[in-house]
């Protein structure tokens, strides 16, 4: 694995290797470069959280043992503003007892809250799509809606992820980043877990920025459930989703909640997920194809 990654790579690294076997570390990053992973056991956890560069922010991956299929794996994938804290969190909860391994990236320079939240979608999607561990995360990450600097910003330093855990955890992620065709050449789709024709009812579900919405599909058909909440700014101009929240609001079918999301008392028609999903976000977002997943009924 050495050789194959040397050859192909074609720049500089350092890095520190403290301890051998399960009470060691490992902290490496491309010179230059813009982040730094860190990898332990969990065991050395304690030793590994005591590197100056967790104190700040970064994405990290706990792996280990699928408690569903022995011999498989699960991971989890998160964020936060202080590294330290949200892995002291877990390798003191119960509910990590399945992890054996800590794969995190620091990038005190580099990662803003946008950055970091684009960042731990792309790693979520990049495992699950590479097939090597089942994602145990307990909710799915919001989908980003950064501007064009941030997402251009998290994909180079996932680029510098990628080569970085070739060396340490080939596998993870793909190799090389996957294709992507330009949205011009891609088949239209309907969304994940609808069927174009299907005769039933499929539920679906959206969380972005704290609201949680519910809708019901079948066909054209899309019915926002109540005991949704959609976000209560608005950030588009357009008439008729200004026009909608404003009658909506005078008949009390959306009530506040807070000063930053609504309540949704009755049940709300659209034509499309797409106007659904602009009405939930505001208008920040009008992609059904990337905010809605299904339900799960268990």
Known sequence: MCEDVASSWPRAFRGILRGTGLDGF?????????VVLHACPIESVGAMLLEPSLLG???????????EQ???????VGEGGSLQERLAAHASDQRCDFCWEIVAFSGPGAMNDTIRLILQRLLLDEIRHNGFARIANRHDAERHTGGLHDVTAARALLEEMRTLLRLVRPGLVAATTPPRLPISARSPRAPRGVEEHAPDWVHLEMRHRGAHATVSVRGGEVVLLPGSSILSETR???????ARRRELTLTRVLTPLSSQWLLVSSM????????ATAFVTGGASTSSRLTWTPVCDD
């Open 26 to 34: 490992i902290s490496i990053e491309l010179a230059p470069g813009s």
């Open 57 to 67: 922010p970064g994405v990290y991956v706990l792996l280990g043992i699928d408690e």
């Open 70 to 76: 022995p011999e498989g794996r699960q991971a989890i």
């Open 236 to 242: 588009s101009t357009a008439r008729w989703l200004l």
């Open 268 to 275: 709300v028609r659209f034509d499309s997920l797409g106007a």
